[in-house]
């Protein structure tokens, strides 16, 4: 009797309620409604049988060489997973997080060459024109990325080389018996890195090049715009003209006192 009134007491078990799936509109970690983001159920936890489980990767396929780069100042949490990936990047409401190039110090080309994952660098408007592979290093300050010192190593354009008459002199012992005419072309070669070159004309390819804005780098004129700026021209020649040195006699005959044979007045390959 006391169990029969105690059953009546309480009465029968609620029903259980319903699933409740959230939808779009529902889903509160953040965006699926709209946006980058908008995206069905299926998208991120198809492959699952519980939407505890997700997966970013599968549209978010960043080759992770260059993922690992950009994550390279995030110290701790990062790692090359879905679960990493929300960690961080649900405060942004899925989005991108601000970061930095802390821990990046070289091969920039592997993300930001014509192609690359991040080939749009944060300028509006602006893709870099294909550097071949090359790091972004070998032109820009890496203090300021928008100040740039041009190529490493020697550049020429070929339609500015010089074009000399070397006469190359025959020997008998220490005597010069004949001269020969000999013609040399002369690269006009340029050294961005060199000391010579002054940091307030480096800091503009514009500065020498009428054409940077276009992407049009030749011809260069560097010495003609140094002058136009009032700087002052370079104290050592070797760094940028160490391969323009002719062979042979060059330059207007020598009378003062004449030679025999004749020769030109500077033989440069003998000093």
């Given amino acids: 009797m006391a169990a029969a009134c105690a059953k009546s007491a309480t009465g029968p078990d609620p029903p259980v309620p319903p699933n409740t799936t959230p939808t779009a ?24 049988d519980t939407f505890q489980h997700f997966d ?5 396929a960043h080759d992770r060489g260059p993922t690992d780069r950009i994550h390279a100042s ?20 899925g989005g991108r997080q601000v970061f930095d190039h802390a821990g990046v110090v070289a091969n920039c080309a592997e993300c930001h060459d014509a192609g690359a994952s991040f080939a749009a660098l944060p300028v509006a408007g602006f893709t ?17 990325w928008l100040s740039a010192r041009g190529p490493a190593g020697a550049s020429a354009d070929p339609t500015q080389a010089v074009m000399v008459t070397g006469g190359i002199p025959t020997y008998s012992g220490t005597s010069i018996v004949s001269i020969a005419p000999r013609a040399e072309t002369l690269p006009m070669q340029m050294v961005h890195s060199s000391t010579q070159v002054p940091t ?53 005959l020598a009378t003062s006192p004449a030679r025999t044979p004749p020769s ?3 033989k440069h390959d003998a000093v």
């Avoid at 970013?56 to 978010?60: A, D």
């Avoid at 870099?128 to 300021?144: I, L, M, N």
């Avoid at 050592?236 to 330059?251: I, L, N, S």
């Fill in 25 to 48: 509109q529902t889903h509160g970690w953040f965006q699926i409604a709209s946006g980058p983001h908008a995206a069905s159920c299926n998208t991120c936890h198809g492959k699952y």
């Fill in 56 to 60: 970013c990767l599968s549209c978010h």
């Fill in 74 to 93: 995030i110290r701790t949490g990062y790692s090359f997973d879905s679960q990493a990936c929300y960690s961080c990047h649900k405060d942004a409401d």
């Fill in 128 to 144: 870099h024109p294909s550097q071949g592979g090359a790091d972004c290093v070998a032109c820009h300050v890496t203090g300021s």
């Fill in 200 to 252: 307030t004309i480096a800091s503009s390819c514009s500065s020498c090049h009428a054409g940077a804005a276009s992407e049009a780098y030749y011809p260069g004129t560097f010495h003609a715009s140094l002058a136009r700026l009032s700087l002052p021209q370079p104290t050592a020649c070797f760094d940028c003209h160490a391969t323009a040195a002719p062979v042979g006699f060059v330059g207007p």
């Fill in 264 to 266: 030109s007045e500077m």
